[in-house]
């Protein structure tokens, strides 16, 4: 009876305890994403080529600081960077300009990008420029989302009940 009880546990116990790998919200700001690397730092030209840093935070392979040719659009960066992961909200990628002008005045321009029609898309919203700092959030919550955590919870409340029964035999 007692080797049941603790294969009951030691199922239990792997059902809740989260996989490696899988997002989690660890604050307000953002999500440990899965697959991603740590943010860092990559230079990207040619010897002599006139660079540009950009930011690429968010649901890409590779997020972090840029420095890239002065020629670099947003599809190009987001390949650099080793495309958007699989639960990227490609359609709203928001891209955030400081415009600096006369006597030091700074002014905030914030753009949104529908990557999925990049034939809709003037070519001038595809050009970045020095300091633009991109981010590319997750999908909204879909069904398939709620249907995962549905089975999820089946099987762990199927566990306990099992675990339940065993324990009272």
């Not at 009876?1 to 009951?8: A, H, I, Q, R, S």
């Not at 080529?49 to 002065?70: A, D, F, H, Q, S």
Request: charged share 15%.
């Amino acid at each position: 009876m007692l080797p049941k009880t603790v294969t009951c546990i030691l199922l239990l116990v792997v059902l809740l305890v989260p996989a490696r790998g899988t997002a989690q919200f660890e604050s307000g700001i953002g999500a440990s994403l899965t697959g991603a690397s740590p943010a860092a730092y990559y230079f990207i030209s040619k010897t002599g080529e006139i660079t540009m840093p950009i930011n690429l935070w968010g649901y890409v392979k590779n997020p972090g600081r840029y420095e890239v040719p002065i020629s670099t659009d947003l599809v190009q960066l987001l390949s650099f960077a080793g495309g958007p992961l699989a639960d990227a909200d490609i359609a709203d990628v928001k891209i955030t300009r400081v415009m600096r002008g006369g006597s030091m005045q700074m002014k905030k321009v914030e753009y949104t990008v529908d990557l999925n029609h990049l034939d809709r898309i003037d070519d001038m919203a595809l050009n970045l420029q020095a300091g633009d700092t991109i981010f590319i959030d997750n999908i909204p919550f879909q069904w398939r989302d709620f249907f995962s955590i549905l089975t999820t919870s089946a099987i762990v409340i199927t566990a306990v009940s099992n675990l339940i029964l065993v324990s009272t035999r």
